[in-house]
């Protein structure tokens, strides 16, 4: 079992940053890669970001790439998400998740666990 608790959300104005936190419990957070996902009002959860079990790898959604930074402290259990030059396109609510895998993916199917997510409200 793994429970997530998502930290970091807010509201910020366009250009600005914020960074998400998830603090992870349970024995199998350093061998399972980790994932954010979002979901915006009236839309589809979607893939952001994700990083292998070492942190060694990542895999970005092309709507975020070269704007976000996914990593992991494994001795903190805790994995983050640095978003910089954010966009009114970019609010929604962002979920942690962790994966039945040790590789970085973007198949939401293969991640067990969700955390309860946070707010992001990017204001133009």
């Known amino acids: 079992q793994v429970q997530l608790v998502e930290s970091g959300g807010g509201l910020v104005q366009a250009g600005g940053s914020l960074r998400l936190s998830c603090a992870a419990s349970?024995?199998?957070?350093?061998?399972?890669?980790m994932g954010w996902f979002r979901q915006a009002p009236g839309k589809e959860r979607e893939f952001v970001a994700a990083?292998?079990?070492?942190?060694?790898?990542?895999l970005y959604a092309d709507s975020v790439k070269g704007r976000f930074t996914i990593s992991r402290d494994n001795a903190k259990n805790a994995v983050y998400l640095q978003m910089n030059s954010l966009k009114p396109e970019d609010t929604a609510v962002y979920y942690c998740?962790?994966?039945?895998?040790?590789?970085?993916?973007?198949?939401?199917?293969?991640?067990?666990?969700w955390g309860q997510g946070t707010q992001v409200t990017v204001s133009s």
């Open positions: 998740a962790a994966s039945r895998t040790v590789l970085a993916t973007a198949r939401q199917d293969l991640y067990d666990y």
């Open positions: 349970g024995r199998t957070f350093s061998s399972s890669a």
């Open positions: 990083i292998n079990w070492r942190g060694s790898s990542t």
